[in-house]
């Protein structure tokens, strides 16, 4: 099913067109791989926002009583780095690389709704534009408020006229439904593309873990995001049409908000994780030089923990006062969860075991998530048991803790990602140096803050506060804690600049730099716009090693 | 004895990889905090800490053993030199390990749950003896509202109860509502914290088995301050807790300040402040019945000194930004006045 951009890439034509007609082509591009990329810029971008609102934040709790900001603005503050993260850096990311690495890798020329998306892609970025016009226009007739001051999750009542006046939550609602659209055509696309235009002999079974893994999220998404726009629908017609679902001095529920979102929010870190464990299942086995351990137990872990991870969303609310029936329930669901997510720790150890791993900077961040991802998924643990959480909850213990995963599990793959594929997207190779310093400062910086933020938690330090008074033992903790995002800032700087620097002036990076074994990797660098000149065909699930080696080939294991 | 040395190596990891946990995992050691969750007084509290405890050993050990992998595999199997040798054995993958690594943690987690599960019941399902002190909290942006219905006790954010020996103990069982947005109320050394949430009545309760003043705050995020919203609790003989109800019951003593009286009540204050015994009855803010009985005021954000309460009425925002108190635009004759009213209310 081949479809073409209405503008041609100007590089194929062996010119180069003005500077307005690339562009446009880009914003009429209906191409997986450049609706990918915009993506990826798209959500880059809004990361180093969000990373900007989290070191105003860190400032201002360097010390108590500190005065850097006021309540208002952290409160803003909190609200835009959560609400930034999640759904204009964390998700855009993970369908930019679903969309470029879906079709290359199951053997396609195109995802299967081409037009469906650019216009997802257009929805998310329209919706991140809402959510920052918000500082300007959110202040409404009211003259009350600018940016959103009710936290990512956005509990009612706070967010009823009453307590939230201006425009502010508004745009907060807008932003998340129009960007939502975005995300659930996104996800209709990816589910299409992977049943339905697999190349030649690849059978559910034979594709790559990647492509299992990002099928399970679009499924997750269509799922987890629809309730969630339900919500913000209820929630407009709270605000503007006189409705009560949320609006408590009316008798509305406010445990009911909680429902809605959390029914979306906990799958969402499936959503997230599915893809990060996607890049390490793609990445591990390639610098191992082994084939992925239990490709089976893999796929049904997988599809396991989209199954159970709909069914934890109460965890979150350990604290509203559910019955100890419904507390215990959550309990068993959320501990459930850690099984195959532990078989796939596991079995990623299992295919680094008895192979030859050499350290290059995708491997490298691979390693560190591993580790990291351990770690979360046992914070995590603490957490399920309801007990504990009655005492870490809504502490600094899980903030520690959630950004362990979204951070330590699901930025440094992202990274180990953005440095494995840039040779294939941009066909120059990265400085291996500048990998590598990206690495320590960005290790160095992350354990700083966030394994000493779980102490001022465990020290009864509730989250969300602007300011803390001395003598409760939180300062140091606060005082390492912010030191941490420097480096980290540094590290992203780092990587930033690696990526400009390699795009101009790196070496040509060729076809196939890593000796790797699936699909995308068996054309040019980057891939032209049809992706391959012959549709391949495939016997197993890696054919470059069938390619590669002739005498051996996976298909007589399989 | 294999359990005892796993036991063992777990927390002997605790005390290594958790920074301070030596100290912080040590019962009844609030040097690093007045607020650590792991300096249990009361039993809903204990049984909090004896779960993690066990919680805190198994995921010591799981650490433990897949750290010890990673590492190992991270080592023994890297890549040696830069030449190109031949690729590895391939494996595929192996029945008899990934159903090891299936069962196993099946193991673990049926007897997480049913420690968790022992615990929930145990806190949440306890029944409430007839000696038991209620108390009805009610969150408030940004302060708190304590009610002793069957006593006939109102006051605000310094909550004053029984210490309960545990041969006769005196709990005090919670009931939790909120005038406007969540809050949840979080004493760690006393409970878990539990939400206040809008027509969605919750309890919870304690028995704190040391007397001395223990502190909290909101945790569940509830406006602009939410973080000075901030909450002492007074543990005390029985004897003690009697004598202060019994000086919260009486009315105020007005005779001492007449010019701030009138002033107070000529202003918007008597719109949302209760002096008992006078004409001021407003329900929306703290009773002030007996201030100066309280060491603090703003919910905690400053002590209460003639000073700051000076300062308070002034200006709140000077001390709490955001506080839903307005400046009432007093002269200075007239602040003086109404501080040395509140003085008067003991």
């Known amino acids: ?558 | 004895m294999n359990s005892l040395m796993r036991s063992f190596l777990a927390r002997a990891l605790v005390s290594i990889c958790w920074s301070a946990a030596a100290a912080l995992a040590e019962p009844s050691n609030p040097r690093l905090s007045p607020t650590n969750i792991f300096a249990p007084l009361s039993t809903p509290a204990q049984s909090i800490f004896d779960l993690s405890l066990l919680v805190l050993d198994i995921t010591c050990a799981i650490f433990i053993v897949v750290f010890a992998l990673l590492v190992y595999a991270a080592i023994k199997f890297r890549k040696r030199g830069t030449a190109h040798v031949h690729e590895p054995t391939q494996v595929y993958g192996s029945t008899q390990l990934e159903l090891a690594w299936t069962v196993i943690p099946v193991l673990v987690v049926v007897v997480l749950f049913l420690a968790s599960a022992r615990v929930i019941a145990s806190i949440q399902n306890a029944d409430r003896p007839a000696n038991a002190i209620q108390v009805t909290v009610i969150g408030h942006q940004f302060w708190w509202e304590y009610r002793y219905p069957s006593l006939g006790v109102v006051t605000a954010n310094e909550l004053h109860i029984p210490v309960s020996d545990p041969s006769k103990p005196i709990p005090t069982f919670l009931t939790l509502l909120s005038a406007d947005t969540d809050h949840s109320f979080w004493v760690p050394r006393l409970a878990g914290k539990t939400d206040l949430i809008p027509n969605h009545p919750n309890r919870m309760w304690m028995d704190p088995h040391e007397m001395g003043v223990y502190l909290g705050q909101c945790a569940q995020y509830c406006g602009t301050q939410h973080a000075l919203m901030l909450l002492r609790v007074y543990v005390e003989t029985p004897d003690a807790f009697n004598r202060w109800i019994e000086n919260q019951r009486q009315p105020a003593q007005v005779n001492g300040a007449p010019e701030g009286q009138k002033i107070f009540e000529r202003t918007a204050c008597v719109n949302c402040h209760t002096v008992r015994g006078t004409a001021a009855i407003g329900r929306f803010g703290p009773d002030l019945t007996h201030l100066m009985s309280r060491d603090t005021i703003a919910s905690g954000a400053a002590t209460n000194t003639p000073e700051n309460l000076r300062r308070w009425i002034q200006n709140p925002d000077a001390i709490k930004p955001g506080s839903k108190m307005p400046a009432m635009g007093l002269s200075d004759p007239e602040l003086n006045s109404v501080t040395a009213y509140m003085e008067t209310l003991r």
């Open chain 1, 1 to 558: 099913m081949p479809t073409e951009s209405v503008v041609k890439p100007a590089a194929e034509l062996g010119t180069r067109s003005p500077l307005v007609e690339r562009l446009h082509s880009w914003v009429t591009t209906v191409d997986h791989k450049r609706l990918g990329l915009l993506y990826i810029f798209y959500a880059l971008i809004f990361l180093l926002f969000g990373g900007i609102e989290a070191t105003i934040m860190r400032i201002q709790l360097i010390r108590p009583l500190n005065s850097f900001v006021s309540p208002q603005v952290f409160n803003r503050m909190f609200t835009m780095h959560g609400t930034t993260m999640i759904f204009f850096f964390a998700m855009p990311i993970m369908f930019g690389f679903a969309n470029y690495l879906v079709p290359l890798m199951i053997g396609a020329r195109d995802m299967a709704f081409p037009r469906l998306n650019a216009f997802s892609f257009w929805m998310t970025a329209f919706g991140g534009l809402l959510l920052y016009f918000s500082f300007v226009g959110g202040d409404g007739l009211y003259g009350a408020g600018s940016a959103p001051d009710v936290g990512w999750f956005a509990y009612a009542p706070l967010t009823s006229k009453t307590f939230s006046q201006g425009h502010s939550t508004d745009f907060w609602i807008l932003a998340l439904l129009v960007s939502g659209f975005g995300s659930v055509g996104t996800a209709i696309n990816i589910i299409a593309t992977i049943i339905c235009m697999r190349c030649k002999g690849m059978s559910l079974g034979k594709m790559p873990l990647l492509a299992w893994l990002t099928l399970t999220m679009a499924g997750l998404v269509i799922l987890a995001v629809s309730p969630l726009t339900a919500a913000q629908l209820m929630l407009l017609v709270d605000r503007y049409l006189g409705g009560h679902f949320f609006d408590t001095q009316a008798g509305g529920s406010a445990v009911m908000w909680m429902h809605f979102f959390w029914v979306f929010g906990h799958p969402e870190v499936y959503v997230l994780v599915l893809p990060a464990f996607a890049f390490a299942s793609e990445i591990i086995p390639v610098f191992s030089r082994k084939a992925i351990f239990g490709y089976p137990i893999m796929v049904a872990a997988t599809v396991c923990i989209g199954f159970i991870g709909m069914s934890v969303w109460a965890h979150h609310m350990f604290t509203v006062g559910m019955t100890s029936t419904a507390n215990s329930f959550f309990v068993l669901s959320t501990m459930a969860i850690a099984v195959p997510t532990g078989i796939k720790i596991f079995n990623w150890l299992a295919t680094m075991w008895g192979g030859q791993i050499e350290f290059r900077t995708p491997m490298l961040f691979c390693v560190a998530f591993l580790f990291q991802f351990l770690i979360a998924g046992l914070t995590g643990i603490m957490m399920g048991a309801a007990p504990f959480d009655w005492q870490l909850s809504a502490s600094y213990f899980v903030v520690a803790h959630f950004h362990y995963v979204i951070v330590g599990g699901i930025l440094f793959t992202l990274f180990a990602a953005v440095y494995y594929w840039f040779p294939k997207m941009s066909g120059k190779m990265y400085s291996e140096t500048l990998g590598k310093l990206h690495f320590w400062l960005f290790v160095i910086g992350f354990h700083l803050t966030f394994d000493f933020m779980h102490i001022p938690g465990i020290l009864g330090m509730p989250r969300r506060i602007y300011t803390y008074e001395p003598g409760r033992g939180w300062d140091i903790w606060n005082l390492i804690v912010t030191i941490g995002v420097f480096f980290q800032a540094a590290g992203l700087l780092v990587f930033i600049a690696n990526l400009f620097r390699s795009y101009f002036r790196g070496r040509v990076a060729g076809s196939d730099p890593w000796d790797a074994w699936t699909l995308e990797w068996s054309t040019t660098s980057p891939p032209p716009a049809y992706n391959f000149a012959v549709i391949p065909g495939v016997k197993s699930r890696r054919p470059l090693w069938d390619l590669k080696h002739p005498e051996d080939p996976d298909w007589h294991y399989e």
